[in-house]
């Protein structure tokens, strides 16, 4: 433990090089339609030049972007329109993800002649634990371990991790990398996905999913559980990322005549469980990488012994060290409601395990396709989420991310009847009804800015920040301009977006996100440069 003199002469030598190195998909299942998708665009655009560092004083400076007020539409060279026609109507947004092709990860650690990351002040404890501050007073509210935590939950844009994958990296970059991940256990929807991690199940998994359950006590924040009822079904996770992590915890459920199972790290046997025990009662196997060895861990496995039920909830790795960790859970479909479905003693374990400092809610896309929403309803239960939440994490800062523009497709619920409804987008707004041989107009959902600016009021009575994702779009057609933009920026549902639609609006994201964290007065730790 730094004593306070160290500390105080340690903060001063950082604070003095304090830099700044600044660096300029699924949703919804729209209940049940096939949608068209837009073809992947190289991933060669992720390596970014880097730009020079802005001095300590500018920091403070930086004002939250985007600007709340309208439409704003993004200048960025390179994306002309797209005269090309939309993809094959049978290429669904799963083909998205069957189909991209990703780069590893990189780690953002300084290396020799870069720049280091950006640097705050140390903070001690006393032996109660509590923060003490380097001017000997108590810190309240400050971060936990000498590390920002940052835990999104959200519908289909967050659960397949490439909207926060590229938030987590920027952050990352800035910060540096805190290497916490949350993982769903096996492969329980073709939406879901880490960007940490490769995630493969064998045969012989089954899964539940809580927005398909009345059985709430069994959920966790992961949302899914993987069953097996065979001996050798397992699961297996590979790093993304070239540098592995130090220590990990599988979560499982035990219930009478519950199976074995056992955690293997790289091959080795790490231990094994006896899930033999009282109904949905959690047990978790903790492990650390062998040894004496830092960032080890590349490779997990979960693997049943036995033919009795095993179940697992969830995987949590972490790496030693300081920075940010960017958590990440989503659920494809959902609206906010499904985070009232958890039950209070479970989501109360799973905040208390991962301590988040910041708390992202990105939902609103399910919410605004429901033409038969009632707003008022839906603004009381999303304050309801945001208390519950608080009570649990009275320190944690909540962020709402708006919903981005969409467009409905003509469909079995809304058919192509060549209506003038929505707003009028020139050619870019209309397809053909072979039916009927006329042309229809894909139409805004009437709800969408109505559950946005329900967003929007929520925050300012609540006290949290709100970041409209429409205001990077050129409205009020952004979803269709966006789909005929080159490269495309939006799939060709007009719900979902590319890997370079997601990339543009994670870094507007992240450029929002980083004076908010700049800007926390209890920010009291020096990231680490590991």
Same mark, same amino acid.
């Not at 790795?317 to 409601?337: C, H, I, K, M, N």
């Not at 033409?371 to 309801?384: H, M, N």
């Not at 929007?456 to 920040?465: D, N, V």
């Given at each position: 433990?730094?004593?306070?003199?160290?500390?105080?002469?340690?903060?001063?030598?950082?604070?003095?090089?304090? %830099?700044?190195?600044?660096?300029?998909?699924?949703?919804?299942?729209?209940?049940?339609?096939?949608?068209?998708?837009?073809?992947?665009?190289?991933?060669?655009?992720?390596?970014?030049?880097?730009?020079?560092?802005?001095?300590?004083?500018?920091?403070?400076?930086?004002?939250?972007?985007?600007?709340?007020?309208?439409?704003?539409? $993004?200048?960025?060279?390179?994306?002309?329109?797209?005269?090309?026609?939309?993809?094959?109507?049978?290429? =669904?947004?799963?083909?998205?993800?069957?189909?991209?092709?990703?780069?590893?990860?990189?780690?953002?650690?300084?290396?020799?002649?870069?720049?280091?990351?950006?640097?705050?002040?140390?903070?001690?404890?006393?032996?109660?634990?509590?923060?003490?501050?380097?001017?000997?007073?108590?810190?309240?509210?400050?971060?936990?371990?000498?590390?920002?935590?940052?835990?999104?939950?959200?519908?289909?844009? =967050?659960?397949?991790?490439?909207?926060?994958?590229?938030?987590?990296?920027?952050?990352?970059?800035?910060?540096?990398?805190?290497?916490?991940?949350?993982?769903?256990?096996?492969?329980?929807?073709?939406?879901?996905?880490?960007?940490?991690?490769?995630?493969?199940?064998?045969?012989?998994?089954?899964?539940?999913?809580?927005?398909?359950?009345?059985?709430?006590?069994?959920?966790?924040?992961?949302?899914?559980?993987?069953?097996?009822?065979?001996?050798?079904?397992?699961?297996?996770?590979?790093?993304?990322?070239?540098?592995?992590?130090?220590?990990?915890?599988?979560?499982?459920?035990?219930? $009478?005549?519950?199976?074995?199972?056992?955690?293997?790290?790289?091959?080795?046997?790490?231990?094994?469980?006896?899930?033999?025990?009282?109904?949905?009662?959690?047990?978790?196997?903790?492990?650390?990488?062998?040894?004496?060895?830092?960032?080890?861990?590349?490779?997990?496995?979960?693997?049943?012994?036995?033919?009795?039920?095993? %179940?697992?909830?969830?995987?949590?790795?972490?790496?030693?060290?300081?920075?940010?960790?960017?958590?990440?859970?989503?659920?494809?479909?959902? %609206?906010?409601?499904?985070?009232?479905?958890?039950?209070?003693?479970?989501?109360?374990?799973?905040?208390?395990?991962?301590?988040?400092?910041?708390?992202?809610?990105?939902?609103?896309?399910?919410?605004?396709?429901?033409?038969?929403?009632?707003?008022?309803?839906?603004?009381?239960?999303?304050?309801?989420?945001?208390?519950?939440?608080?009570?649990?994490?009275?320190?944690?800062?909540?962020?709402?991310?708006?919903?981005?523009?969409?467009?409905?497709?003509?469909?079995?619920?809304?058919?192509?009847?060549?209506?003038?409804?929505?707003?009028?987008?020139?050619? &870019?707004?209309?397809?053909?009804? =072979?039916?009927?041989?006329?042309?229809?107009?894909?139409?805004? $959902?009437?709800?969408?800015?109505?559950?946005?600016?329900?967003?929007?009021?929520?925050?300012?009575?609540?006290?949290?920040?709100?970041?409209?994702?429409?205001?990077?779009?050129?409205?009020?057609?952004?979803?269709?301009?966006? @789909?005929?933009? %080159? $490269?495309?920026?939006?799939?060709?549902?007009?719900?979902?977006?590319?890997?370079?639609?997601?990339?543009?609006? @994670?870094?507007?994201?992240?450029?929002?996100?980083?004076? &908010?964290?700049?800007?926390?007065?209890?920010?009291?730790?020096?990231?680490?440069?590991?």
């Amino acid at each position: 433990m730094l004593q306070p003199r160290g500390i105080v002469i340690g903060a001063i030598v950082l604070l003095g090089a304090m %830099t700044l190195a600044d660096v300029s998909l699924m949703s919804p299942n729209m209940r049940g339609q096939d949608r068209p998708a837009a073809k992947v665009a190289s991933e060669q655009s992720r390596a970014e030049k880097r730009q020079d560092p802005a001095p300590p004083s500018a920091l403070r400076r930086l004002p939250p972007w985007p600007p709340v007020a309208g439409h704003v539409a $993004p200048v960025e060279p390179g994306i002309v329109a797209n005269a090309a026609p939309p993809l094959a109507s049978n290429m =669904t947004f799963s083909t998205l993800l069957s189909k991209a092709v990703f780069a590893p990860p990189r780690h953002f650690s300084p290396q020799p002649g870069e720049l280091p990351y950006r640097t705050f002040e140390f903070a001690a404890r006393d032996v109660q634990n509590a923060e003490i501050g380097i001017d000997g007073t108590l810190v309240h509210g400050s971060f936990a371990g000498h590390r920002l935590t940052i835990l999104q939950l959200g519908d289909s844009h =967050t659960a397949a991790d490439f909207f926060t994958g590229r938030v987590r990296e920027r952050l990352q970059e800035v910060y540096g990398n805190g290497g916490a991940g949350y993982i769903v256990p096996g492969v329980p929807h073709p939406g879901v996905r880490s960007a940490l991690f490769k995630d493969e199940a064998s045969d012989g998994w089954n899964y539940e999913a809580l927005q398909k359950s009345s059985e709430n006590r069994r959920f966790y924040l992961s949302g899914f559980n993987a069953i097996a009822h065979h001996a050798g079904a397992v699961i297996n996770l590979t790093a993304r990322d070239a540098m592995g992590y130090d220590s990990l915890k599988v979560a499982f459920l035990k219930q $009478p005549g519950g199976g074995h199972a056992q955690v293997l790290i790289d091959g080795a046997l790490s231990g094994e469980i006896d899930l033999d025990g009282a109904s949905d009662e959690r047990a978790i196997l903790s492990a650390r990488a062998p040894g004496a060895s830092q960032h080890a861990i590349r490779d997990i496995a979960v693997r049943s012994t036995s033919d009795a039920p095993v %179940t697992v909830t969830g995987i949590h790795v972490e790496r030693d060290g300081d920075g940010v960790s960017y958590l990440s859970l989503g659920f494809p479909g959902a %609206t906010v409601q499904v985070l009232q479905k958890l039950a209070m003693a479970n989501l109360s374990d799973d905040m208390r395990r991962l301590s988040p400092d910041i708390i992202v809610l990105a939902f609103g896309t399910n919410e605004g396709f429901n033409d038969a929403l009632d707003i008022g309803a839906y603004s009381a239960e999303y304050e309801r989420v945001i208390g519950k939440l608080k009570s649990l994490q009275p320190n944690a800062h909540i962020v709402l991310i708006g919903p981005p523009d969409g467009a409905r497709l003509p469909g079995a619920a809304h058919p192509c009847a060549g209506g003038a409804t929505g707003h009028d987008c020139g050619e &870019l707004q209309h397809v053909a009804d =072979t039916a009927n041989g006329s042309h229809c107009r894909f139409e805004t $959902p009437p709800k969408l800015a109505q559950v946005r600016e329900a967003q929007r009021a929520i925050a300012e009575r609540t006290g949290a920040a709100f970041w409209d994702w429409s205001a990077i779009m050129p409205g009020p057609c952004g979803a269709q301009t966006w @789909a005929a933009a %080159t $490269p495309a920026l939006m799939a060709h549902d007009y719900v979902h977006m590319t890997l370079d639609g997601y990339k543009l609006s @994670a870094d507007k994201f992240a450029d929002f996100l980083i004076p &908010l964290i700049d800007d926390r007065q209890s920010l009291k730790h020096v990231v680490s440069y590991n």
